[in-house]
């Protein structure tokens, strides 16, 4: 089983004994052992499943990593945060997912107008299964609890992952509009309910709506 360990808060470790990971391609920094590296390509199960998928009009291509020994893997100096899956689902944007076990399955699942909001389109990822998931955030990630009858609302361009069982959907808040303006990106949200944990960033992308 694949090891991963974080070595400061910037660049993830992962440890390797003859078994594979699945990671963005391009963002390996260092590696001591024997390693083999293949760029992966078509549709299929688990992380080249979205190698041909358009993400903010980019094709996001994946690579495994097989060998033993350890490799280093960082993205533009990101902060990256691991999340540990027992069996639950991590719903995640696909430009902030760095590294998977390759015990974890992957896809994409329809979200219509949330990844409209962020222009991302209208997919988003889902990872499955038992095994480590690397996620980067642009700056320290937050995580946030949602509890039942209390609902969380958070900026389209802050949002990163979320995990448990939860309902999304998405909202324009008028009076906050007039506050900050039509154009401002906060007038947008995304409305969490039910019971989970949402990750948020303390930098926003650009929306459709403007900047946030």
């Keep these: 089983m694949a090891q991963f360990r974080m070595q400061g808060s910037r660049v ?9 990971v699945k990671a963005r391609n391009g963002s390996m920094v260092a590696y001591d052992g024997q390693m083999t ?7 299929g ?8 998928r ?4 980019e094709k996001m291509t994946v690579m495994e990593v097989q060998g033993k020994g350890t490799c280093w893997f960082a993205e533009r100096a990101t ?8 069996g639950e689902r991590l719903h995640v944007e696909a430009s902030n997912l760095l590294c998977t076990e390759a015990t974890l399955r992957t896809g ?5 107008l949330r990844g409209a909001s962020e222009g991302h389109g209208l997919f988003t990822t889902k990872v ?3 095994g480590w998931a690397a996620v980067t955030s642009d700056g320290p990630a937050v995580i946030l609890r949602v509890a039942p009858g209390l609902p969380l609302r958070v900026d389209p ?3 990163i992952a979320h995990t448990g069982n939860l309902k999304q959907s998405f909202r324009t808040d008028v009076t906050w509009r007039a506050v900050v303006g039509e154009t401002g990106g906060e007038s947008f949200q995304i409305e969490f309910e039910g019971d989970g944990l949402v990750y948020v960033q303390p930098s926003e992308r650009r929306t459709f709506a403007g900047d946030a």
Excluded: C, H, P
């Design 79 to 86: 902060e990256i945060n691991l999340v540990r899956l027992t």
């Design 157 to 159: 361009g802050a949002y």
């Design 108 to 112: 994409t699942e329809f979200t219509g």
């Design 45 to 52: 199960e688990g992380l080249r499943g979205l190698v041909t």
């Design 12 to 20: 993830l470790a992962v440890d390797l004994a003859g078994d594979s």
């Design 128 to 130: 499955e299964g038992q």
């Design 37 to 43: 590296f293949k760029r992966m390509s078509g549709g």
């Design 54 to 57: 358009r993400i903010t009009g």
